[in-house]
């Protein structure tokens, strides 16, 4: 039987609480990214866009709303971060 992997809200979270960031317990998706955006600086820039490479290539299966948190979110914030900042 195979048996996938499912990223949930909850895991989002956790994953994001592990790296360091601050997310309230019971937050969504959209929420727990828009977090992690605050105060985004050069290290947390590189611990965020690190683990969304993780979560990209890992062939885990996300949620639609986790998803779409991670790509109307982290990912252009994370792409204009780099233009900025090099």
Do not use: K, N
């Not at 605050?38 to 611990?47: F, H, S, Y």
Request: hydrophobic share 50%; charged share 25%; proline share 5%.
């Amino acid at each position: 039987m195979m048996h996938a992997d499912l990223i949930d809200q909850d895991d989002l979270r956790e994953r994001l609480q592990a790296a360091g960031f601050d997310v309230p317990p019971g937050a969504t998706a959209e929420q727990a990214c828009e977090r992690v955006l605050l105060g985004l600086d050069a290290v947390r820039a590189r611990a965020l866009r690190l683990l969304v490479e993780q979560l990209l290539a890992s062939g885990a299966v996300m949620l639609p709303a986790v998803r779409e948190a991670i790509a109307r979110q982290l990912l252009p914030a994370l792409a204009e971060y780099r233009q900025q900042h090099g």
